[in-house]
């Protein structure tokens, strides 16, 4: 598949597309990214062998997923963890509708 049917798959909302793209512009390396839909709201997780950067990442994935305003999603968790933890180190929730952020710990 192409880069281009990612993207128009992705902009339906598709998370393995959007799961893809994510990858694709990853600023760092080293970072597993896991996305999930539930209902309106897309589940971002990053994982790595350190907590992956809270601020970097929310804004890396409320950057990307705002440029593309996928069908169907309106608001977006973002987590971080270490390799092999169950639980998240941090979460943050914000919509795409308006931005706001909603911090959870």
């Known amino acids: 598949m192409t880069e281009l049917n990612f993207y128009e ?13 994510l990858e694709a512009h990853l600023p760092s390396v080293g970072i597993a990214i896991a996305v999930n839909l539930n209902g309106d709201c897309l589940d971002v997780i990053f994982e790595s062998e350190q907590v992956p950067a809270q601020d970097k990442f929310v804004e890396f994935v409320r950057s990307e997923l705002t440029d593309l305003q996928p069908d169907s999603i309106s608001k977006v968790k973002v987590e971080g963890r270490e390799t092999g933890q169950i ?12 931005s706001s952020f909603y911090e959870q710990t």
């Open 87 to 98: 639980a998240a180190a941090w979460s943050q929730e914000f919509s795409l509708n308006n």
């Open 9 to 21: 798959l992705a902009k339906q909302g598709n998370p393995q597309a959007i799961a893809f793209l």
